[in-house]
Each structure stands twice: as structure tokens, then as C-alpha cells.
């Protein structure tokens, strides 16, 4: 259920991709105590992006999960930021990350929902 998407206007490999979900896909589970096989996560090709006026690297995160506790957003964010910067090298201040906690009854999977 916790639902991960990564977008950057950072170029990237394959294998730089491959390892970037990886990581990020046990990362939220280990953060959010979350069985990993729910995390979904997504890292979409890259996108034009400015941030403070400027083209160079940067992000745009968004975690949506059900039950995401509010006073866990700010180890999220220092564990996703560090994630973000050591794979892709993007400093950790050209990061921005929306947190959404979603309710279970506006959770489909599997034809129902949670």
C-alpha cells in the first residue's frame, strides 16, 4: 500500500534505475514497518524541472501510504533525502517531498479495498 514516486530531471542509466527502486522500495518498507511486497515505487524518465529558478539536479517525491504517521515524516524525509542524494547525487536541499496519508477505504488492491 505505501506508493513511492521519485521524479527528477536528472539523467539516469538502467542499472542506476534498477538499483534506485530497489533501495527505495525496502527503504519505505523498513520505514513504515510495511511487508515490502505492498511498497510500490516509481521513477518515471526524466522530466524538465526547475527548482529556485534554477535547471540544475533535483527532485520531487511524493509518499502516499495508509497509517503514515505524521510524526514520522521527518525521518522519512532525512532517510529518502539521503537516498536521493547518495544515489543520484542530488543535494539534499533541491529535495522536495509531499507525504499523503491515505484512508483505507480510498485504498484499492486485489478488486477491493483495504
Not at 25 to 32: A, K
Not at 56 to 63: F, G, I, K, R
Amino acid at each position: 500500500m505505501p506508493y513511492l514516486t521519485i521524479q527528477t530531471n536528472q539523467d539516469f542509466d538502467a542499472s542506476k534505475t534498477k538499483m534506485l527502486l530497489q533501495l527505495a522500495s525496502q527503504t519505505v518498507s523498513e520505514l513504515l514497518g510495511k511487508p515490502e511486497n505492498y511498497v510500490m515505487v516509481a521513477l518515471p524518465p526524466p522530466l524538465p524541472m526547475v527548482f529556485a529558478g534554477s535547471e540544475a539536479s533535483a527532485a520531487y517525491l511524493e509518499l502516499k501510504s495508509i497509517g503514515l504517521p505524521q510524526e514520522s515524516t521527518t525521518s522519512l524525509s532525512n532517510a529518502l533525502c539521503a537516498l536521493v542524494n547518495e544515489q543520484l547525487g542530488i543535494p539534499k536541499d533541491r529535495i522536495y517531498i509531499e507525504f499523503s496519508n491515505a484512508e483505507r477505504s480510498m485504498w484499492g488492491w486485489n478488486g477491493r479495498t483495504f
